[in-house]
């Protein structure tokens, strides 16, 4: 069965203490994997894409890796503005190529307090 | 600028009435999905949505629940007889940059 688990659920850091959220996963066969940025009561905000081992992206403080069986958000001296739930999801390979489901993690709580 | 809006933002509803909510993207796209989120919980996938055809549906996707493109713009989720199970925020979300899927603001759904 596709899963896909998110560590630590809760993360406090204070503003500047950098950190890094797991995201493991079991799939079949991996299409990609994303990570979404989510403040409560809202949709969840598109960060990265990742396709295939090896591979890293970076946005300002946010950088995404990923191995064969996990990825990590690393946070690179975090803000207050960067308190949210970050979700992660993968998209199993399917017969067809395009346009499969996601399958979310629980997501990590982060708090950056000043 | 979002990729999708979503109405009604919020909507209260009672036990068995039928629900319809709505996704609007902001230009054409082939593929449309519908996921949601009961409260404290992951965020689930309902139905893919490829070529005004259901491509895939989940087991939360039972009879109760049906999609459409009516005017070959808006996407709507319709709820046939509303469960307290049902409430939850629900996301419409669009294909675009290859695998990419862009989530729409959401609707909460109370069921009394």
């Known amino acids: 069965e596709d899963q896909v688990t998110q560590s630590p659920e809760a993360l406090r850091l204070q503003e500047g203490e950098s950190s890094s959220l797991n995201c493991s996963y079991t799939v079949s066969g991996l299409r990609g994997l994303f990570w979404y940025r989510q403040d409560p009561g809202k949709g969840p905000e598109f960060l990265f894409t990742l396709y295939s081992a090896g591979e890293e992206k970076e946005k300002e403080r946010l950088k995404a890796t990923l191995t064969k069986k996990e990825s990590f958000l690393h946070i690179t001296a975090p803000k207050p503005e960067d308190s949210a739930t970050y979700l992660c999801a993968v998209r199993p390979w399917m017969i067809y190529n395009q346009g499969g489901k996601l399958i979310f993690g629980q997501g990590t709580e982060l708090s950056v307090k000043p | ?112």
């Open chain 2, 1 to 112: 600028e979002p990729e999708v809006t979503q109405t009604p933002s919020h909507q209260v509803t009672q036990m068995g009435q039928e629900v319809i909510l709505r996704c609007v993207p902001i230009s054409n796209h082939l593929y449309f999905y519908w996921y949601r989120q009961i409260l404290g919980q992951k965020v689930e996938f309902l139905v893919s949505f490829y070529n005004n055809e259901i491509s895939e549906k989940s087991e939360i996707f039972d009879d109760q629940f049906s999609v459409e493109r009516p005017d070959g713009s808006n996407f709507t989720l319709k709820i046939r007889s509303t469960k307290l199970e049902d409430s939850a925020m629900y996301f419409c979300a669009i294909l675009k940059e290859g695998e990419t899927q862009y989530f729409g603001p959401g609707t909460r759904l109370l069921v009394l």
